[in-house]
């Protein structure tokens, strides 16, 4: 079910955009991810983890070593991110669980929630983070 006010997904979409504003040869750890973007140090780990397993982020280790985008930021949508934190495609159960819904097909209330999900999911994958990118020049 969607569930789009998920704090994974704010801190996600702001762990892309500052990346992305930042350019695309800095390297940042983990320390100032959280420290600038007001998230917990486990919580950015975790997020950091997640979109590297799905190839968002990429990470190196040692002395020049850190996080950075592994996708370019005018081809990595909100959709993509928030798929990498486990978006399921489904507003209603009346949609996605099979015999949930006891009224007849065409139900006008399904083919509404079909509708949305639809506009919210064109949405999500035409919504690149590269409009939103920003540096530390931008925040406090």
């Given amino acids: ?8 997904y704010d ?5 892309c955009a500052y990346i992305a504003g930042s350019g695309a040869t800095e390297h940042f750890t983990i320390q100032r991810l959280s420290t600038k973007l007001l998230i917990s140090k486990p919580f950015t780990t975790k997020i950091v983890y997640q979109l590297k397993k799905n190839k968002i982020l990429s990470t190196n280790r040692g002395k020049n070593g850190g996080v950075t985008l592994a996708v370019n930021p005018k081809n990595l949508s909100f ?13 209603s159960a009346c949609i996605s669980k099979k015999g949930f819904c006891p009224l007849p097909p065409p139900c006008k209330i ?17 919504t690149t983070i590269n409009n939103f990118s920003f540096s530390d020049s931008e925040i406090k």
């Fill in 11 to 15: 801190y996600a979409i702001r762990i």
């Fill in 79 to 91: 959709y993509q991110i928030f798929e990498a934190l486990g978006l399921v495609e489904s507003v």
């Fill in 1 to 8: 079910m969607y569930y789009l006010a998920k704090k994974d």
């Fill in 110 to 126: 399904h083919k509404y929630f079909i509708d949305y999900e639809n506009e919210v999911i064109d949405k999500l994958k035409n």
